[in-house]
């Protein structure tokens, strides 16, 4: 058979057709597929897309999770991460190439999950999230329990009925999923949005907080192991008790709680005292502080009699006091008329050795008689010396120029006086001549002047009268007061 003849009869295809059947073939071979292998090569796209490879040992599969499958994947992919993936096979036609359409992610096995939980616990330890000064102290009689669990289960139930049993409080329920897809979100968002109620809101707020769920597997568990979640219990302003799982598991929300509970029913008296014991407790108090009282006011009384034994008899001291009193007062009676009598005594004693006041001053009047005598004589004679000596010097004043320049200050001062008179109003006055003012002082030199009816004062060079306009004379009473 030639080689024409051979290359005639294989079918001829088109790329495309090649491309469709390969992707058919696929599809249909790998629809359902779990593959297990390392993320390597992650990257998000703007779309929302998320492309990443799976490698092993000796291969590597490269694979995308579209942008809506992203919110149901499980977990979020990271590089160096072992995942096992839940897909289906597919060809990128464009390339040539197949790749693993991914729909849920899931950590590979127990000990991949608790390497990715121990790193995670690392990290958050190493930010202080766990420092034990941040645990706060719950409080002693909460007046409102928020529960965050799923309204589902016995989980509800026990906590219930464990705080009605010990001291019955409001219980506010912010039902989320436990596990499975969005879970993480959903008790991240309830701790976020019971600690943003506002204190006095229309919704309570509440003063402590109960995380809890029943126990499973450590995939069961993982919602509470996400960092959304643990940085929400870290930063929640409401202390935080966690109960997830039974009393040997463990999460990472137990390390950010304020306290860990090992079951929900002990994360309920955790939240709530016992009602009876804080009876008692009172009880108990009361009694401690009855005795307490009891013996101070006893030992009060003891201290007060001794006190009382040790002070002196006041009635005894003042009835003394009285006595001494009344002792001093009649003691004083007596003492100032004997004491006057005393001093009289001394008094008329003193008198008696007294000379008599009238010759007294005798003896001195004569002394002073003379002294007086003798003083006028001294005066006289002094007088007699000094007027001889003086007698020379008044003639030669009386004879020389001062004389001469009196007399001519005098011919000066009685010109003076001459030309004074001369021009003086009064000497006008005397002359028949005079002044006549009207209100404020006003002077009248013309009859025009004068108003009617007005009240005059005429000066004459030895006083004033009143007039009126029409003539009058007024009385020395109605004289006008101004001017």
Not at 202 to 207: C, E, F, S, T, V
Not at 235 to 245: D, E, Q
Not at 267 to 285: D, G, H, I, S, Y
Not at 426 to 442: I, T, W
Request: hydrophobic share 45%.
């Amino acid at each position: 058979m030639s080689d024409a003849l051979l290359a005639s009869n294989i079918p001829e295809y088109t790329v495309s057709e090649i491309s469709g059947a390969v992707k058919h073939t696929l599809e249909s071979t790998f629809s359902r597929v779990r593959v297990r292998g390392e993320v390597t090569e992650l990257r998000r796209h703007s779309s929302g897309h998320i492309y990443f490879a799976l490698k092993d040992e000796r291969a590597k599969l490269a694979a995308v999770v579209w942008r809506s499958a992203v919110p149901r994947l499980g977990l979020q992919p990271e590089d160096g991460v072992e995942v096992i993936a839940t897909g289906r096979i597919s060809t990128y036609s464009d390339r040539s190439t197949y790749q693993l359409i991914v729909e849920r992610l899931e950590y590979a096995g127990i000990g991949a999950l608790l390497a990715r939980i121990e790193a995670l616990r690392q990290k958050l330890a190493a930010e202080g999230l766990f420092a034990a000064e941040r645990k706060r102290k719950l409080p002693l009689l909460p007046a409102v329990v928020g529960v965050i669990t799923s309204e589902e289960g016995a989980v509800l139930h026990d906590i219930r009925t464990t705080v009605a049993r010990r001291f019955p409080r409001p219980i506010l329920l912010w039902p989320v999923p436990v596990q499975g897809e969005g879970a993480a979100e959903r008790i991240a968002a309830a701790i976020r949005g019971f600690g943003a109620l506002p204190p006095g809101g229309p919704i309570p707020r509440p003063d402590v907080l109960i995380v809890a769920r029943g126990g499973g597997s450590l995939e069961d568990l993982m919602a509470f192991n996400d960092e959304a979640v643990v940085r929400a219990a870290a930063s929640c302003p409401v202390p935080l008790i966690s109960a997830v799982g039974h009393e040997t598991d463990t999460t990472l929300i137990d390390y950010a709680a304020d306290r860990r509970a090992p079951t929900p029913t002990a994360a309920a008296e955790l939240a709530v005292p016992m009602r009876t014991e804080l009876l008692a407790n009172l009880q108990n108090l009361q009694a401690r502080l009855s005795g307490a009282l009891s013996h101070r006011m006893k030992d009060a009384e003891i201290r007060l009699e001794r006190a009382a034994s040790r002070l002196p008899d006041l009635p005894g001291l003042l009835g003394q006091a009285r006595q001494r009193l009344d002792d001093r007062a009649a003691r004083l009676a007596l003492a100032l008329p004997n004491l006057l009598a005393a001093r009289r005594a001394a008094f008329q004693n003193i008198a008696a050795k007294l000379p008599d006041p009238r010759h007294l001053p005798a003896p001195y009047r004569a002394a002073l008689t003379l002294a007086t005598e003798r003083l006028r004589g001294a005066m006289r004679h002094a007088l007699a010396r000094h007027k001889n000596a003086a007698a020379p010097i008044f003639a030669r004043l009386s004879a020389g120029p001062i004389q001469a320049k009196l007399r001519l200050t005098r011919a000066r001062l009685e010109g003076v006086a001459g030309r004074l008179a001369a021009v003086s109003p009064l000497a006008v006055l005397e002359r028949g001549y005079a002044v006549v003012y009207g209100a404020g002082g006003k002077v009248f030199t013309r009859a025009a002047e004068v108003p009617s009816h007005a009240r005059l004062k005429i000066r004459f060079a030895d006083g004033l009268i009143g007039a009126r306009e029409d003539g009058s004379v007024l009385r020395q009473g109605e004289l006008p007061l101004d001017g």
